[in-house]
T-cell receptor, first 113, second 116 residues
Framework: DAKTTQPNSMESNEEEPVHLPCNHS???????IHWYRQLPSQGPEYVIH???SNVNNRMASLAIAEDRKSSTLILHRATLRDAAVYYC??????????????FGTGTSLTVIP | DSGVTQTPKHLITATGQRVTLRCSPR?????VYWYQQSLDQGLQFLIQ???????AKGNILERFSAQQFPDLHSELNLSSLELGDSALYFC???????????????FGSGTRLTVV
């Protein structure tokens, strides 16, 4: 799977929007962009995913650059419960190979009250 | 509750011993994945099973083995334990393990293994 690059850490004030960037310059045409987050002492949880178009769900929005070499996870109003490590992962559209996700080091988000 | 059940939640054992970690996937999910998370290594993929068969291997040591049973639950066996095996072990499940890889994972809450 192609590699992603994320900042090690970011801070945000509570109730302000947060933009978490991810670079994936070696992305291929069929790679899906997935975001997971890991709250303290919990397993990772799915946040959002997309292929080409921007995506919205109840948790967040995903903005994908036109060339798909970068994406941004947007939390519209950060809460203290959003403090977590956020992982940006690429997934190839595989047919016969395993479907495993490879997690990088992610971005540790601190939300300041 | 994510629907993925891992037992036990905590395990303390001595070096050289063998332990078994258990995972029950979310209802309807056929694929199970095991991950190891230690402080200095992050989340490392170990192994994947799909409908009872091994599908992919990651950074899994030869001292470790896994299997998926007909009822789809999975066990991760860790033997000849060393201090460095102390970590959080996560199980995840997904609907499938092949073509439609846009589907995500559901993770369990993990088993914390401490080797003393």
């Amino acid at each position: 799977d192609a590699k992603t690059t994320q900042p090690n850490s970011m801070e945000s004030n509570e109730e302000e929007p947060v933009h978490l960037p991810c670079n994936h310059s070696t992305i291929s045409g069929t790679d899906y962009i997935h975001w997971y987050r890991q709250l303290p002492s919990q397993g990772p949880e799915y946040v959002i995913h997309g292929l080409t178009s921007n995506v919205n769900n109840r948790m967040a929005s995903l903005a994908i650059a036109e060339d798909r070499k970068s994406s941004t996870l947007i939390l519209h109003r950060a809460t203290l419960r959003d403090a977590a490590v956020y992982y940006c992962i690429l997934r190839a559209f595989a047919t016969n190979t395993g479907n495993q996700f490879y997690f990088g080091t992610g971005t540790s988000l601190t939300v300041i009250p | 509750d994510s629907g993925v059940t891992q037992t036990p939640k905590h395990l303390i054992t001595a070096t050289g011993q063998r332990v078994t970690l258990r995972c029950s996937p979310r209802s309807g999910d056929l694929s199970v994945y095991w991950y190891q998370q230690s402080l200095d290594q992050g989340l490392q993929f170990l192994i994947q099973y799909y409908n009872g068969e091994e599908r992919a291997k990651g950074n899994i040591l030869e001292r470790f083995s896994a299997q998926q049973f007909p009822d789809l639950h999975s066990e991760l066996n860790l033997s000849s334990l060393e201090l460095g095996d102390s970590a959080l072990y996560f199980c995840a499940s997904s609907v499938d393990g092949t073509a439609t890889s846009m589907y995500g994972y559901t993770f369990g809450s993990g088993t914390r293994l401490t080797v003393v």
